[in-house]
């Protein structure tokens, strides 16, 4: 059976339910993509957000953590920034934690293996999905994003 992704219904009862996320393999360059995601959690989220990165000491002016177990918190959801081969390594990390509730691997991710093992340790897991992409579509903020979150349509508006 091929491992996926929970409902859109369930998606969003995560991120309500997230109050602290771990950033893992955030980078303070700008034109990077967890930046980018990063910076929107900050600006228009509520979760208290923590940066993962062992070569970076700041990232939008808040400090970063050499690993997971340095937080000075137990995050609810892990927002994973890496390539696939550190996957497993960084499910490891993870799992030393008590308390993580789910493990988000971003765009591009996706190992069935780091699913199924992350389950069976009670982790809920979502892949090959932007956080932030994700957060919006369910608070009206994809127009942020440049996307209009009207209806879909080929046809031009009347007005």
């Known amino acids: 059976m091929t ?8 998606r969003q009862q995560i991120l309500r339910a997230t109050r602290t996320v771990a950033v893992v393999g955030a980078s303070p360059n700008p034109a990077r993509a967890s930046n980018f995601v990063a910076t929107y959690l900050l600006a228009s989220t509520d979760f208290d957000v923590y940066f993962v990165n062992p070569n ?16 000075p918190v137990v995050p609810d959801l892990v927002d994973v920034f890496r390539r696939r081969e550190d996957l ?31 389950e ?3 982790l809920e897991v979502v892949m090959d999905r932007c956080l932030k ?8 903020g994809l ?17």
Request: hydrophobic share 45%; net charge neutral; glycine share 10%.
């Open 3 to 10: 491992w996926e992704n929970p409902s859109a219904t369930r």
């Open 56 to 71: 970076a000491s700041e990232i939008l002016g808040r400090p970063v953590y050499k690993k997971l177990a340095d937080l």
């Open 88 to 118: 497993q390594g960084v499910l490891d990390d993870v799992l030393a934690l008590d308390g993580v509730r789910t493990l988000w691997l971003q765009f591009g991710l996706f190992d069935e293996e780091v699913a199924r093992r992350a």
């Open 120 to 122: 069976a340790a009670g």
């Open 133 to 140: 992409v994700e957060h919006a579509r369910f608070h009206g």
């Open 143 to 159: 127009h942020v994003a440049g996307f209009d979150t009207g209806v879909i349509s080929a046809r031009r508006r009347t007005s």
